[in-house]
């Protein structure tokens, strides 16, 4: 089973950048699937990038796309969601996932979830 403790979260200005980074423990991370999610106050979970276990190709929600990248080191497990161009509206409690389903994009098809990460961006 692998554990996961997001970090990297905090309070920046519009048209700033953080890098997440989602610590993973236990011996099945590098074949896991990885996921980033978000969830607003009054919102639900959403999608915004997968990274597969080989960390061959991403995808990303099209709210994010051009803006933000995910990546991933097997060797110290560790994923990482680089933010750039933040906006107000990427204020959300931020969390990685892991699972066994290749390109997965719904909460439901991960298994394990982090403890997650306020990220908030003022105007």
């Known amino acids: 089973q692998v554990q996961l403790v997001e970090s990297g979260g905090g309070l920046v200005q519009a048209g700033g950048s953080l890098r997440l980074a989602c610590i993973a423990s236990g011996r099945t991370f590098s074949g896991y699937t990885m996921g980033w999610f978000r969830q607003a106050p009054g919102n639900e979970r959403e999608f915004v990038a997968v990274?597969?276990?080989?960390?061959?190709?991403?995808s990303y929600s099209d709210s994010v796309k051009g803006r933000f990248t995910a990546s991933r080191d097997n060797a110290k497990n560790t994923v990482y969601l680089q933010m750039n161009s933040l906006k107000p509206e990427d204020t959300a409690i931020y969390y990685c996932?892991?699972?066994?389903?290749?390109?997965?994009?719904?909460?439901?098809?991960?298994?394990?979830w982090g403890q997650g990460t306020q990220v908030t961006v003022s105007s």
């Open positions: 996932a892991g699972g066994v389903i290749t390109w997965a994009t719904t909460p439901r098809e991960y298994v394990q």
């Open positions: 990274i597969p276990w080989n960390g061959g190709g991403r």
